[in-house]
């Protein structure tokens, strides 16, 4: 079935990078767009940026800019999202998800997500 | 920047009740409005695209509509699954991003 899978949960220190993967199945990686999402606990969905793992290009909310970096490995069809200089403010769970299946004359709904990738940061 | 205000946030209603929800936002996004559902330690599902387009395997129980600024999404009588939290989102260009809205909760009275 149609699905993305993270990796796991990490625990990382105040400066420290920490790198999330994604990895899809069940249907063709480079079709679709990935978006990351955060969620801090207790709080709604924060957008990251997208990737098209066709092109590489990416796109990120100007809240991470410098500080975000979004790659994929098309052979293994992982895409993986990159953020430096962590501070507990980045404390969350991160989420990867599909865009691409429901776009009439614009493409933002995300129909697949992963399970999640808590992100701790504490020292 | 677009905000997507939600109201209300909380909505305290029984089984087999209609709910109402809301997702005002500050400037026209046309009908490029989407909703999800989050229930605890879950990701976000997606409900409706395009303001008022049921996402594949979506109850007939959940409608959205609206355009322009104001959108309402309705379930139109609870089942237990359906408690969690409801967000709408939209996508803005200037500067490029996608917005969610604040949320709202809807529990059991």
């Known amino acids: 079935q149609v699905q993305l899978v993270q990796s796991g949960a990490e625990v990382k220190k105040p400066g420290a990078s920490v790198r999330v993967s994604c990895q899809a199945s069940g249907y063709t990686f480079s079709s679709y767009d990935i978006n990351w999402v955060r969620q801090a606990t207790g709080q709604g969905p924060e957008w990251i940026g997208w990737?098209?793992?066709?092109?590489?290009?990416?796109g990120h909310a100007q809240k991470f800019q410098g500080r975000v970096t979004m790659t994929r490995d098309a052979s293994i069809r992982t895409a993986y999202m990159e953020l430096t200089g962590l501070t507990s403010e980045d404390t969350a769970v991160y989420y990867c998800?599909?865009?691409?299946?429901?776009?009439?004359?614009?493409?933002?709904?995300?129909?697949?997500w992963g399970q999640g990738t808590t992100v701790t940061v504490s020292s | 920047e677009i905000v997507l205000t939600q109201s209300p946030a909380t909505l305290s209603l029984s089984p087999g009740e209609r709910a109402t929800l809301s997702c005002r936002a500050s400037q026209s996004v046309n009908n490029y409005l989407a909703w999800y559902q989050q229930k605890p330690g879950q990701a976000p599902r997606l409900l409706i695209y395009?303001?008022?387009n049921r996402a594949t395997g979506i109850p007939a129980r959940f409608s959205g509509s609206g355009s322009g600024t104001d959108f309402t999404l309705t379930i139109s009588s609870l089942e237990p699954e359906d408690f969690a939290v409801y967000y709408c989102q939209q996508r803005s260009y200037r500067p490029p991003r996608l917005t969610f809205g604040g949320g709202t909760k809807v529990e059991s009275k």
């Open positions: 998800a599909r865009v691409g299946a429901y776009c009439s004359g614009d493409c933002y709904a995300m129909d697949v």
């Open positions: 990737m098209n793992p066709n092109s590489a290009n990416t």
């Open positions: 395009d303001a008022s």
